[in-house]
């Protein structure tokens, strides 16, 4: 796939054909962020208007004892260094979506990912809360807006948006969403609640 990662990366923002009427539209570098499996890829696989570009690979036994996989025992591959997808919200403004690596080994990359980032996505599932925890505390000393979305798996417990904020002790600033990233629609939903949440935070700062 071809893109140009290094402006991306720097600014937040890149270079884009002009939109409809001859405006240049706006790009902004979006993370999605989380614990192991809680459904990075998925998300960005199912938003994004390009393939997406994925870098997986498959859990073997040298994995025992390193990741954590109890709670998502099916799970055959993971994300090694990150996700790439593009979703054009409207014609002057384009998401570029990096999804991040979940497993402790590799938040040494979380870095250079957040770099230009202007907000982000954190990931929750119910049945592994404290996953989370890290994703939220690395957005909160960046200072980097940011939403929390509680992905709704097949079979887990349904808790009410209080008692999940509660939970993971956000600020009332911080957005929670319920979706199931499974579907476009949904996933739209999140990142058109960050992307509110994003502007809200620059109005709240000047």
Not at 9 to 30: D, M, Q, V, W, Y
Request: glycine share 10%.
């Amino acid at each position: 796939m071809d893109y140009a990662p290094s402006d991306t990366a720097s600014s937040g923002h890149a270079e884009a054909p002009p939109a409809p009427g001859g405006r240049r539209p706006i790009t902004a570098k979006i993370l999605i962020a989380g614990g192991f499996g809680v459904g990075k890829t998925t998300m960005v696989g199912s938003i994004s208007e390009i393939r997406p570009l994925r870098t997986e690979e498959t859990l073997t036994d040298r994995s025992l004892g390193v990741d954590d996989t109890a709670g998502v025992g099916d799970k055959t591959q993971t994300t090694v260094a990150m996700d790439f997808g593009r979703i054009t919200l409207q014609d002057d403004l384009i998401l570029y979506l990096f999804g991040t690596p979940g497993q402790q080994r590799f938040w040494f990359m979380w870095d250079e990912l957040a770099l230009g980032a202007v907000g982000a996505v954190v990931l929750a599932d119910v049945r592994r809360l404290a996953d989370c925890f890290p994703a939220v505390d690395y957005f909160e000393d960046r200072g980097t807006p940011f939403v929390v979305a509680v992905n709704r798996f097949d079979g887990a417990e349904r808790k009410r948006a209080e008692d999940v904020r509660i939970a993971l002790d956000l600020e009332d600033h911080v957005p929670l969403v319920m979706c199931d990233v499974r579907r476009r629609e949904s996933a739209k939903e999140v990142l058109i609640t960050m992307v509110e949440h994003v502007l809200g935070e620059a109005e709240r700062g000047r």
